[in-house]
């Protein structure tokens, strides 16, 4: 059990690094990491699969048979969407930068708008992995155009990225590498006010965000994004 558990983290930091693309792959977005309650029978939906009922299958009932039923429809899904991506890549697909402008602010603010209650991964307690690969995604595609940006915009940006990565590295998850670190502090484990540093960040950051990117005119991130791809990672 161990070991597939482990293997769900891996899985889950590679996924959650890419979603700041997800608003060009949404049916299947919804398919991978959809939870419950986006189902009208929530966990008794048939049509619900994906990460969070491997979850449930491993953290809450330790069953492992049923997280390898659940993963045959994972991998078909995983599959597809590495089609997809690869079709972006290669400039046949419907990727779209304009999309992907709020690729980047949206997991900014959904941290402290819903993660941060813990509402992703309530049964393995790994909410601080999600918010950690997050960041990582942003800035990842976000790097690039920082020469390019005013330099106030350029300063804002850094500050905000960088109050919210030192909130998780130094602060909240210090001792588990940055880079490639699987030892996540337990989200349970999390203290209020470290809750709070991460939410008021995470807003800073979207804020930031919106002000530095949707407002910013003569903005060459709109043309960087399908390489990108391939720098933040489509094994997942």
């Not at 940006?157 to 337990?186: Q, S």
Request: glycine residues 6%.
């Amino acid at each position: 059990m161990a070991t597939a558990e482990c293997a769900y983290t891996e899985a889950r930091l590679e996924y959650e690094r890419i979603k700041v693309f997800a608003g060009d792959f949404p049916d299947l977005d919804d398919s991978i990491d959809a939870r419950p309650y986006t189902y009208g029978g929530g966990e008794l939906d048939e049509q619900w699969k994906g990460f969070h009922a491997i979850e449930r299958a491993l953290y809450r009932h330790m069953d492992f048979e049923a997280a390898i039923r659940f993963k045959k429809f994972l991998k078909r899904d995983v599959d597809n969407l590495c089609m997809v991506l690869q079709d972006d890549i290669d400039g046949k697909g419907t990727f779209s930068a304009k999309r992907n402008i709020g690729g980047i602010i949206t997991p900014a603010y959904d941290v402290p708008v819903k993660k941060i209650s813990s509402e992703e991964e309530t049964w393995s307690d790994l909410s601080i992995l999600i918010f950690r690969e997050n960041v990582k995604g942003i800035w990842a595609l976000l790097e690039p155009s920082m020469p390019h940006k005013r330099e106030k915009n350029r300063k804002s940006l850094k500050m905000a990225y960088r109050a919210a990565r030192d909130t998780l590295e130094y602060v909240v998850d210090r001792g588990n590498d940055w880079e490639t670190g699987l030892n996540f502090k337990m989200y349970s484990e999390v203290s209020v006010y470290e809750r709070k540093r991460i939410s008021v960040n995470f807003y800073h950051l979207g804020r930031a965000l919106v002000m530095g990117v949707m407002f910013c005119s003569r903005e060459p991130f709109l043309d960087l994004g399908v390489p990108l791809l391939l720098a933040i990672g489509t094994q997942a």
